[in-house]
């Protein structure tokens, strides 16, 4: 099974394999709310193996719940700034800001597809 749906206008991807998924967070004051339940309706694909349905742009009438566990900084990427012949170097450091998030359940018109 294979879903991609849009979440503050990014795309991802949850497969079988694996029902999590990391979504960069843009907002601090999500992280004092865990766990948190959020239901997305922009949905761009499903494809359960029998069957595919693609939306144009969006499948209608289709919804997955996703619920955001836990808070995860990701790896420091340092990068460095100079000026040749000038004695100037500075480093910057950056953190990205991730929620890990699983997949809830996933419903078509009024009827639940799945429950995980």
Request: glycine share 6%.
């Amino acid at each position: 099974m294979i879903i991609i749906f849009e979440f503050k206008s990014k795309q991802y991807k949850l497969d079988s394999n694996s029902s999590t998924v990391l979504i960069e967070n843009e907002s601090k004051e999500l992280k004092d709310n865990l766990p948190l339940d959020i239901n997305i309706d922009k949905i761009l694909l499903y494809d359960d193996g029998s069957s595919t349905i693609v939306g144009r742009p969006y499948i209608s009438n289709m919804s997955i719940v996703i619920r955001m566990e836990q808070y995860i900084r990701g790896k420091k990427e340092i990068s460095l700034k100079r000026k040749k012949k000038k004695n100037y170097k500075r480093t910057v450091g950056f953190r990205k800001d991730y929620f890990l998030a699983k997949l809830g359940k996933i419903t078509l018109g009024s009827s639940v597809i799945s429950n995980f």
